[in-house]
């Protein structure tokens, strides 16, 4: 075996030498090291190349304004409205400034018109040394301009980029805000929040009183007659200062009264509310319909700190939510009216009050949890903007921002299903319960027989209206296409809605659970009008919600009247009541005719501008809608005949109830007059004059029908002397809407 280490030559092998094997060992880890220090010398050498420009010094950009996260204040100078903000140069190179601009567009008008930008000295582009400033002047020539504020953004496009970083960052962006005022100073320029949180000083007070072992609690009650008197004459004053013509032409997007800050940054939280021609009329009827619920109140004897302070909050949700602009925001308020609502009913309700309370609990909890679902995927997925002061974000909750992200184009899916049809049933689910709308409705004859008389006044004439106003608000604003995807079954929800109700009604001997189901069946008017899509549909839905609140305040209200008096609504124990109370008598079959759409009283608009709107679309389902109106009718009427005409019941002389008034039923007084009066005058004015509510709510229903309904042969009429097409959305402006469509057709 040791021959193998020499050369052996018979075999014609070569087998190395001891001397040759040392030298190979060695030379071998010498070639690998040698191979190392190439391979890591190339790369550095290029990279040595390449070290001027990466080692260049290169601006870094910063904003700054007086006060730090908030928008810039524009003061007045003269008729217009001035301020700046500063642009820093924090690098080591030079900055140029490429350009500084509004960020608006005649085709997406975000501010008002007169509106400009430039660098102090003139001009939007400039080149700034290390360690420099520039101003930017930012002016709201106001010459006329029709907003009354001013909320928007002034665009800064530079060369800078981020520390650590080689490739320019993104734009940044500086709030800007201006006030023009409109007379009572920070009331006025508050407006909507003392509206909302005025109600909540009774509830800290309430809150004192009871610390204090205050014993007359009667006061209280009287305080919070106050508090939502002092809120309805403040709506008043909003009602009178409201442009009715103004659009989103406008600038702010169409809203009025707005009042814009970072709430919680950390989420991109903004308190952001305002109103326009689709939430006007709904804070103008909570405000109404708050105090005549405060009126009706004084049926209430028990525990009246905790009832008051429980109506109080009450009312501040219901106003959040009619003003909110952000969908976090709106969350808030809409969670917020659910606790009050379940003790109002659970505590001072009727025999079955737990289980109508749980009832109304549960389902609006439900619903609930389909609206934060879809907010939330609104929020993860909305894209590039800015909070109102300018800081950069990629998620946020504004409602007019993610208005402008096509969301049909993006192709999202959910499931496997198109995530916009998705989002679309979960809000219209949580929406329809608060309608509400078949099959969801069980709750709410629960609810209202159950429920004090306030409570029920509260429930019918503003609660039901935040369903409708929602799929306004959210579904329609956000969701165009869907909408569009969506509407027949909404018609035909709406239809099913007013028939099925108008035959439970009819079914019905208790007077409260008769009203109840009959709001079933008026709601379904609002949705079939929703459905239609048309400029008239829209606005027949804003009606409808505007006078039922009126009507069935009314008729809640007097169904307490005759209960407060004999305990009981069995419509079939009565009979002859007229010739016992002919005043509320007059007043009861005032609120029937109304409610049933009799020609001369409010009622009536509604479903006539519902048939006008949807029978271009929906013939059939139209004509169906109209057997309602005969249902409805038939109804309402048989109710009247039974309880005031015929004989009257001399079994009443005995009753217990009626020994403190001689065996005779009391007529009306005047706090319940009070209470009812209101809502009369504006049902019969409203009736021979509807002109007042169809201007307040006319440019409102316009807007909302440009973003989801094109001009076409089903319509009647457009707006006049505005161009009709609906507005881009951002990523795509036209062809990102056709796409959209396009991607609703085609998605499973």
Known sequence: MSNLSFVNTRRGVAVASPARSTSMKLLIPLLAALSLVLGAALPAAAQTLDAPRALEPRGQIALRAEAPGAPVELAASGPDYAGSFTIENRGDGPLKVTRVIVRTSPEDPRVPPGVSAELEGGGTAASLPPGARRKVVVRWRTEGVRARELYGHVIVESDAVAAGAVAPGRTLAMGIHAERGRGLGFVGDHILSILTFLPLLGVVAIFLAHLLRYKDDRKLRLMTVVLMGVNLVLAGWLYAQFDRSFTRADGNDGYQFIEHGVWIRSLNVEYFVGVDGVSISMVLLTALISFVGALASYSVHDQLKGYFAMYNLLVTGMFGVFIALDLFLFFVFWEVMLLPMYFLIGIWGGPRREYAAIKFFLYTLAGSVFMLLAFIWFYLNA??????????????????????????????????????????????????IKIPMFPFHTWLPDAHVEAPTAISVILAGVLLKMGTYGILRINFTLLPEATQWAAPAMATFGVINILYGAFCAMAQSDLKKLVAYSSVSHMGFALLALGAMTPQGIQACLVQMFNHGLITGMLFTLVGVVYDRVHTRDIDKFGGLASEMPLYTAFMGFALMASLGLPGLSGFWGEALTFIGAFPRYRALTILAAVGVILTAAYHLWALQRMFLGTFRASWRQSKYLEPFGGKFPEINGREIASIAPLAVLVLLLGFWPRPLLRLIDRGALEVHRLVDRPGPSQIAGAPGVDSGAPARAAAPEAGAAAGRGVLASAR
Do not use: C, M, N
């Open 383 to 432: 894209g590039h903007t800015y909070l109102v002061d300018g800081q950069a974000t990629e998620r946020i909750f504004s409602i007019p921002e993610l208005s402008r992200v096509a969301w049909a184009a993006q192709g999202l899916e959910i499931l496997g299903v198109a995530a916009v049809k998705v989002v679309w049933i979960w809000l219209f689910v949580a929406f329809a």
